[in-house]
């Protein structure tokens, strides 16, 4: 095994539900050789489903890491792959993926095509500007449709699809492709059920297509290669597979295009192809840019390049408890050697931490390593605090990298322990969970004395409960779900807030001067802006008034939700030499917000969804009825393979139980999805409703 990093790629898979990613992954592993029985999603039996409740659901929930190796052009390279879930409720496990990862691959069904979710992962790879290839599975199904999906890709998705390859046949006749790069046509064997295949040339009926569509590949990557451009322009024919092929690696990793292959997965087809276009066009570690990080000792920027010799840069992007080997954190090794047995600095907590252990990941089975270098990803063993997005570095050369924003929970439910012993093991699974799950949060309300968990929708917490059940033995009663409802200031007020107390001696005192009104477009949470003149109060104490307004928010003053966003212009105050302290402007800023905000015309917010419902024609009237009895807006109607697809957005609180009245409507024709879109004022009479169900529940608690 060649060890260079030119040899290596950290890819990750991501589709909507349903895409067959997972079954993909299985192939994957089958054709590299790590597995020699492909495991299937429908039997319980994949390998990176390895959870009991993915296993009985058919679906995955968390994302699983294995490294596979694979021949090409007679170069052996290592590939780390991350299998990624497709549900919308475990979108934090995509999103930390791609924060650590080079490159990744798109699933999409031939059927199905740009799907939700498939927009909301596409989304997250443009944040971290991670080049991607598309493959289209599942061109044996009936309904099939390969220039569609590609065309979808270009209007949904906001990129530029190249296709690579262009399918023979469709549906069940689906038996090869045609390789736009070496123009010719790839069929696959039946009788090896797709494991085997051969080259000849390409059918007569598809050569005018071919050709059509080899130009236009040669025309999208032209920009990133001389070379190409200027042998396009004198004689395209001359253009060898090599040279395009490089030219569509440049332009891949650019970002200019995305190359486009189909396949079918389950039937075995296009996975050899798919592993070629994996070494072929996505980076390698030293084809990225180097890591940018902050110098915590004085706050400076400084890179991190893909590099053995350089000091050590690791994030940790994902904290699980194993039963065996007990808490692991999954990291993506940046630059420098990380050794087992080596101590490390974690920048978050600025103490050293010791590795004990370090392994390579196949699923939830542990291959044990002496080290691991730059570019690589594993999992460690020996931590006493870590959670995800945590820096390790060298001491002597600390950095800060960039850590990871998670989506805040939408929804809630209170649950207890069924008997007295539980009670303990409850406390310890739900910080357990809580570690593994960023999204996932555990709030103690003091007033009803309830434990309220919060999660992305009732799928998480669902399994979250299935798992408090299975792994840590905790039986639990649970209450009806409840919406994680937010508030929100609409005016702006100004208020002098002074707080004295004297109890002989040394007494406290603060007073300040501050504008609450809604934060700037853009923010979230608190933007505190310090308008202080002349020392009125002194540096020191500033801090603590911030502090005081964070620490308020967490409770508005309507029905003790808290708060989406909030702007604090601290203007002026005054303070004493003597009484003056950071608890008392901490404590006067706290007191501001609960007197000051009533006067802001706060209002209630609620999470709106978007919710897409694919359905037979004759049911749409129905759906579009009952959507709009749920305080539904309908955003969009279009038609798709025989059905029609009714876009909305919809209140959270309004989506209960939802995918079992869609079926009694439709008699189990229709399918639907769901995801987060964006919180909205609730109207008066629905908030009066909330705050009138909200007292009661505080009041029969």
Known sequence: MNTSLKYRRNIGIMAHIDAGKTTTTERILFYTGITHRMGEVHDGAATMDWMVQEQERGITITSAATTAFWKYNNDEFKINIIDTPGHVDFTVEVERSLRVLDGAIAVFCAVGGVEPQSETVWRQADRYRVPRICFINKMDRSGADFLAVVSQIHEKLAANPVPLQLPIGREESFRGVVDLVDMQAMIWNEESLGVTYEMTDIPDDLLVEAKEWRNRLVESVADADDVILEKYLDNPDSITPEQLSNAIRKATIQMRVVPVLCGAAFKNKGI??????????????????????????????????????????????????????????????????????????????????????????????????????????????????????????????????????????????????????????????????????????????????????????????????????REFKVECNQGAPQVAYREAVTGSVEHREVFRKQTGGRGKFADIIVRISPADEGYSGLQFVDEVKGGNIPKEFIPAVEKGFTQAMQNGVIAGFPLENLKVVLLDGSFHSVDSDSLSFEIAAKQAYRKALPKTKPVLLEPVMKVEVVTSEEYMGDVISDLNKRRGHIKNMESKAGGRIISALVPLAEQFGYVTVLRTLTSGRATSTMEFSHYDQVSDDVAGKILENTTGQKESA
């Open 272 to 469: 050899q192809r798919l592993l070629d276009a994996i070494v072929a066009f996505l980076p390698s570690p030293v084809e990225v840019d180097p890591v940018k990080g902050i110098n915590p000792r004085n706050d400076q920027e400084v890179e991190r390049e893909p590099d053995v010799s350089e000091p050590l840069a690791a994030l940790a992007f994902k904290i699980a408890t194993d039963p065996f080997v007990g808490r692991l954190a999954f990291l993506r090794v940046y630059s420098g050697r990380l050794n087992a047995g080596s101590n490390v600095l974690n920048v978050r907590t600025g103490k050293k931490e010791r590795i004990t252990r370090l392994y390579q990941m196949h699923a939830n089975k542990q291959n044990s390593k002496d080290f691991i270098e730059a570019g690589d990803i594993c999992a460690a063993v020996g931590f006493k605090n870590i959670v995800t997005g945590d820096t390790l570095c060298d001491e002597k050369k600390p950095v800060l990298l960039e850590s990871i924003t998670f989506p805040e929970p939408v929804i809630g439910v209170a649950i207890e322990p069924k008997t007295q012993k539980d009670i303990d093991k409850l406390g310890m699974a739900l910080n357990k969970l809580a570690e593994e799950d960023p999204t996932f949060k555990v709030k103690y309300d003091e007033q009803s004395g309830q434990t309220l968990i919060n999660g992305m929708g009732e799928l998480h917490l669902e399994i979250l409960v299935d798992r408090l059940k």
